[in-house]
């Protein structure tokens, strides 16, 4: 009898180690699915700040605790992973470039969208590469766009001593096509003389590398020189 007792009571035992395991992993699992409440209180994305592309530490370039960023304060952010120019991680929108000093507060901006007639486009962060290229003492850079699997179209910019950004006129040009870069969105060009830079491109339809040569006449920038350069 007493043998049956404790038979029973090993089951009992056993029937109430099952009931608690099976009710937590229920609970585990509910916690894991979540609620439909709880989804559609969560956005999917949310952004709360502008997206920085391109940071770059200015005290290499002018000795000064400050950074350049190019900032997007109002597009889409999207990916497309098909094979084509475009594929990737996707930053379509209007940006600025701001200059911030040290502890991030904002000494100038520049609204490019007030240069730039279209939407820019960007497939990832890059960083921005400088020079002097009207030989004034202010820094100069580029930023380019995709304009065929031959290169970029590249604008050419100027930062002022108050931080502000222009862009330098080149004569004839909206942009420069450059296919032999130093980068993607960004590429530094190959100063010649004071005042003096070159580009090289390629000509689809000659099949031909070109190289051309502008110079500043202190107003803008004044195309000097063209010549072949090899053959493809």
């Known amino acids: 009898m007493k043998r049956i007792i404790r038979c029973m009571i090993s089951v009992f035992i056993i029937i109430l180690l099952f009931s608690s395991c099976s009710s937590k992993a229920e609970v585990n699992i509910a916690?894991?699915?979540g609620s439909g409440e709880n989804k559609e209180e969560v956005p999917d994305i949310s952004i709360q700040s502008p997206m920085t592309l391109s940071n770059n530490d200015m005290f290499p370039i002018n000795g000064q605790h400050q950074y350049l960023r190019l900032k997007m304060i109002k597009g889409t952010y999207y990916e497309d992973w098909s094979p084509g120019?475009?594929?990737?991680?996707?930053?379509?929108?209007?940006?600025?470039?701001e200059l911030a000093d040290e502890s991030g507060n904002t000494i100038a901006q520049t609204d490019l969208s007030k240069i730039y007639d279209e939407p820019l486009l960007f497939?990832?962060?890059?960083?921005?590469?400088?020079g002097d290229y009207n030989n004034d003492g202010n820094i100069d850079f580029t930023i380019g766009q995709y304009a065929s699997s031959n290169g970029r179209d590249y604008k050419l910019f100027t930062l002022g001593k108050n931080g502000k950004v222009e862009e330098l006129p080149i004569n004839g040009y909206s942009s420069l096509f450059i296919s032999n870069t130093t980068g993607y969105y960004s590429t530094k060009l190959t100063e010649s003389n004071n005042g003096t830079f070159k580009i090289e491109y390629y000509d689809n339809s000659k099949g031909e590398y070109f190289e051309d040569a502008f110079e500043w006449n202190g107003k803008e920038f004044i195309k000097i020189d063209s010549r072949e350069t090899k053959s493809n």
């Open 31 to 33: 916690s894991l699915n």
């Open 123 to 130: 497939n990832s962060q890059f960083q921005i590469q400088f």
């Open 85 to 97: 120019a475009y594929m990737g991680t996707l930053w379509e929108g209007y940006y600025i470039i």
